[in-house]
């Protein structure tokens, strides 16, 4: 998911989603500066990662956000701080050992 | 029509068993010694030293062999022992940093130390700005989840 979005053009398509609702490759071209088939195989890994989801309208893909993937990447930055501070409260536990061993 | 745009804050706690004082010490004087750096910075391996220069205006600094790294954030508050305040923008452009506030309270069993993530609100563009901080991570948690691998 991460790869996913270290490409800035996949961001920005991401971006419209999300900002703009659902729509097809043919809108998302005149939204974003790229081709339609780049923006076909940047959706592809998109969806690969479960970020971006796709349902057929007749002989249309209507393109949306999938709110789940972006769900997940908030819990990696919960996860993140939570990782931090528990570092952290395991640092002030050891310190508070071996100030009560020097006491000893 | 729009996606619902999720920018609630991000709040964290945990509590220390010691007194509000050294809580606030170990955190910021001694950050070093307790950061995950090797998941959780720009330089990843490369990194050696995170410092928190504590002042309002002072920056908080990833170190390695040949000197500075990157900069984490700048202080925008600073009171010690009771809070402090930063912005946030690890490995991506300053103007689309978050801002991250943490407080020390004393509570029986010793320090509660609360983290509270937010500031993509502050930018007019709300939940857009959020994604932006999102994906700014994508470097630094790629590097956590190789490390979990």
């Not at chain 2, 930063?86 to 940093?97: I, N, R, T, V």
Request: charged share 25%; proline share 4%.
């Amino acid at each position: 998911m991460l790869d996913a979005l270290g490409d800035p053009t996949r961001r920005v398509i991401l971006e419209t989603l999300r900002t703009g609702g659902p729509c097809s490759v043919g809108v998302l071209a005149e939204r974003v500066p790229v081709s339609r088939p780049a923006i076909s195989q940047h959706l592809k890994v998109l969806g690969a990662v479960g970020l971006v989801q796709h349902e057929s309208r007749g002989t249309r893909n209507i393109y949306r956000v999938h709110q789940a993937g972006l769900d997940e990447l908030r819990s990696w930055l919960d996860r993140f701080w939570g990782d931090a501070l528990q570092a952290y409260a395991d640092h002030v536990q050891r310190t508070v050992k071996r100030t009560e061993e020097e006491r000893e | 029509m729009t996606v619902e745009q999720d920018i609630s804050p991000l709040v964290k706690t945990v509590v220390v068993p010691v007194g509000v004082d050294r809580a606030f010490e170990a955190f910021t004087a001694e950050t070093s010694a307790w950061w995950p750096l090797f998941s959780h910075s720009v330089g990843a391996a490369a990194a050696n030293e995170v410092r928190l220069e504590g002042a309002v205006g002072g920056r908080i600094v990833e170190y390695g062999a040949d000197g500075e790294i990157a900069t984490w954030g700048t202080l925008s508050h600073w009171e010690p022992p009771a809070s402090l305040s930063f912005s946030w923008h690890p490995g991506q452009d300053p103007s689309e940093a978050g801002q991250v506030t943490v407080t020390f309270e004393a509570t029986g069993e010793g320090t509660q130390v609360q983290l509270v993530h937010s500031g993509w609100e502050r930018r007019g563009d709300g939940g857009r700005a959020r994604l932006s901080y999102d994906t700014g991570w994508d470097y630094v948690l790629g590097k956590y989840v190789e490390h979990a691998r």
